[in-house]
Antibody, heavy 122, light 108 residues
Framework: EVQLVQSGAEVKKPGESLKISCKTS????????IGWVRQMPGEGLEWMGM????????RYSPSFEGQVTISSDKSITTAYLQWTSLKASDSAMYYC???????????????WGQGTLLTVSS | EIVMTQSPITLSVSPGEGATLSCRAS??????LAWYQQKPGQAPRLLIY???SKATGVPARFSGSGSGTEFTLTISSLRSEDFAIYYC??????????FGPGTKVDIK
């Protein structure tokens, strides 16, 4: 069974840094894109970007380019989403998702992690 | 960017009735369209991919159709567990995937 298990909820102050994680299992980690989706309180879903763990190729939505860093660690089959200086507007639920194999069009999101709730407040 | 729109925003349905949800893309996405269900306090779950293929474990009462710019998710006879928000998403414009704003299906 493919599983994505995310790190726990975080409460941070503006200006702080943070790295949240998504531990995967049940499939060959390096072969599939893995991405992140943001959901602000009471709002819809926003695509942030993804990483291809085999060679760390990373692609971002224009809305999130330069705002976050997506990475992965093949040795522990884990993906990460990182901020260097948090803002209150980063408060949201963040989901990791598995996409398809490289060079395929099978890029629906399945499965989803359980979500990591980030609260940024002074 | 491909803009996805969904209608209606809210759909009030009685249990046992059917529901038809619409999704439109601002340009053709071929059949590269997925539907997700999100219940309160839960992560979204894939229902449909390739516009009409059901994900593993999805009940037969759910079906998807369409191609190009017009898509439909049909729930044939709503059960209590189907009241949720449904999002469509295009994955044709790689890597700039986009979601629709969602349709909330609630109890009439």
């Amino acid at each position: 069974e493919v599983q994505l298990v995310q790190s726990g909820a975080e409460v941070k102050k503006p200006g702080e840094s943070l790295k949240i994680s998504c531990k995967t299992s049940g499939y060959i980690f390096i072969n599939y894109w893995i991405g992140w989706v943001r959901q602000m309180p009471g709002e819809g879903l926003e695509w942030m970007g993804m990483v291809y763990p085999a060679d760390s190729d990373t692609r971002y939505s224009p809305s999130f380019e330069g705002q976050v860093t997506i990475s992965s660690d093949k040795s522990i089959t884990t993906a990460y989403l990182q901020w260097t200086s948090l803002k209150a507007s980063d408060s949201a639920m963040y989901y990791c998702v598995r996409l398809g194999l490289r060079y395929t069009e099978d890029n629906w999101f399945d499965p989803w992690g359980q979500g990591t709730l980030l609260t940024v407040s002074s | 960017e491909i803009v996805m729109t969904q209608s209606p925003i809210t759909l009030s349905v009685s249990p046992g009735e059917g529901a038809t949800l619409s999704c439109r893309a601002s340009q053709s996405v071929s059949s590269n369209l997925a539907w997700y269900q999100q219940k309160p306090g839960q992560a979204p779950r894939l229902l449909i991919y390739g516009a009409s293929s059901k994900a593993t474990g999805v009940p037969a009462r759910f079906s998807g159709s369409g191609s190009g710019t017009e898509f439909t998710l049909t729930i044939s006879s709503l059960r209590s567990e189907d009241f949720a928000i449904y999002y469509c998403q295009q994955y044709d414009n790689w890597p700039r995937f986009t979601f629709g704003p969602g349709t909330k299906v609630d109890i009439k």
